[in-house]
T-cell receptor
Framework: GAGVSQSPRYKVAKRGQDVALRCDPISGHVSLFWYQQALGQGPEFLTYFQNEAQLDKSGLPSDRFFAERPEGSVSTLKIQRTQQEDSAVYLC?????????????FGEGSWLTVV | GENVEQHPSTLSVQEGDSAVIKCTYSDSASNYFPWYKQELGKRPQLIIDIRSNVGEKKDQRIAVTLNKTAKHFSLHITETQPEDSAVYFCAASTSGGSYIPTFGRGTSLIVHP
């Protein structure tokens, strides 16, 4: 596709349910980022992949959050035992290289509501 | 780690006026500063960026300035139009080490026709 694709776009989960959010980066992009965006806030970093290697997961808020990118392309963010505070938009982004000035392209996000 | 502060949180202007959004950063090693525009329910999109070896960059009605000594950078929009209404985010990142962009909290710009 032409851009970063995320699914599902909208997810309502009951508290305690596990969810999986998928990201299809732009083809050939080496770097992949996950951000969490609460309502009215800026994107907050969660984790970063360079190809299949997860180089930074310092932003993951708890061990309930897990991300993977096993073949260096599609990535999945998994949240176990969801809590209400997990309600947010989860943004995936990718860039061609790994330099700071490589443009980062965002997906439209997965809107998670935990009830 | 890097900390980016952004002001104001909300900015309301009349069509045709100028709008200025300011950001400060904490890490003197940061050397790349992109600005993103996010319309309601849409993805953030890059509108302009500046590197640390440049003090100012302009693209039509949008300009960005950078003061490395003071560690602040600003977005200037001239002749604002209603379609400029959106949330604008600044970010800072560093080449070498962790180059993951750190974002400000956003400015909601409202342009009244």
């Amino acid at each position: 596709g032409a851009g970063v694709s995320q699914s599902p776009r909208y997810k309502v989960a009951k508290r305690g349910q596990d969810v999986a959010l998928r990201c299809d980066p732009i083809s050939g992009h080496v770097s992949l980022f996950w951000y969490q965006q609460a309502l009215g806030q800026g994107p907050e970093f969660l984790t970063y992949f360079q190809n299949e290697a997860q180089l930074d997961k310092s932003g993951l808020p708890s061990d309930r959050f897990f991300a993977e990118r096993p073949e260096g392309s599609v990535s999945t963010l998994k949240i176990q035992r969801t809590q209400q505070e997990d309600s947010a938009v989860y943004l995936c982004a990718s860039s061609q290289g790994w330099r700071s000035e490589n443009t980062i392209y965002f997906g439209e996000g997965s809107w998670l509501t935990v009830v | 780690g890097e900390n980016v502060e952004q002001h104001p949180s909300t900015l309301s202007v009349q069509e045709g006026d100028s709008a200025v959004i300011k950001c400060t950063y904490s890490d003197s090693a940061s050397n790349y500063f992109p600005w993103y525009k996010q319309e309601l329910g849409k993805r953030p999109q890059l509108i302009i960026d500046i590197r640390s070896n440049v003090g100012e960059k302009k693209d039509q009605r949008i300009a960005v300035t950078l003061n490395k000594t003071a560690k602040h950078f600003s977005l200037h929009i001239t002749e604002t139009q209603p379609e400029d209404s959106a949330v604008y985010f600044c970010a800072a990142s560093t080449s070498g080490g962790s180059y993951i962009p750190t974002f400000g909290r956003g400015t909601s710009l409202i342009v009244h026709p």
